[in-house]
Nanobody, 128 residues
Framework: VQLVESGGDLVQAGGSLRLSCAASGDTFDDVAIGWFRQAPGKEREGVSCIHNIDGKTYYTDSVKGRFTISTDNAKNTWYLQMNNLKPEDTAVYYC??????????????????????WGQGTQVTVSS
């Protein structure tokens, strides 16, 4: 399994970016997909997750109303649309996939270490 993120960039506060995660090596028929981020000197944080079958989503409080997670199951590509970006959103963003339903739940950030595969990350920098 290989996950490749793209779409990271330098943007001004208030701007938007769409991150993509291209997945290969499996059919990904029923998986939990997560987006995580890590800023310098900070712990990894769960941003959002989605079940690709029922579409149920979860978001960390700081991004609710600004970020949207989605999937294109036909393309095995997963997205994180980020609007109204803030300097505190600056981080390396990672996508991950897991094969247990509970990996994407209200407490999905706690299960980060159990996700099965991770991408290499893409840098998002938001200037003030």
């Amino acid at each position: 399994v290989q996950l490749v993120e793209s779409g990271g960039d330098l943007v001004q506060a208030g701007g938007s970016l769409r991150l993509s995660c291209a997945a290969s090596g499996d059919t990904f028929d029923d998986v939990a997909i997560g987006w995580f981020r890590q800023a310098p000197g900070k712990e990894r944080e769960g941003v959002s997750c989605i079940h690709n079958i029922d579409g149920k989503t979860y978001y960390t409080d700081s991004v609710k109303g600004r970020f949207t997670i989605s999937t294109d199951n036909a393309k095995n590509t997963w997205y994180l649309q980020m609007n109204n970006l803030k300097p505190e959103d600056t981080a390396v963003y990672y996508c991950a996939v897991g094969y247990a339903y509970y990996y994407c739940s209200e407490y999905f950030s706690r299960f980060a270490g159990e996700y099965d595969y991770w991408g290499q990350g893409t840098q998002v920098t938001v200037s003030s």
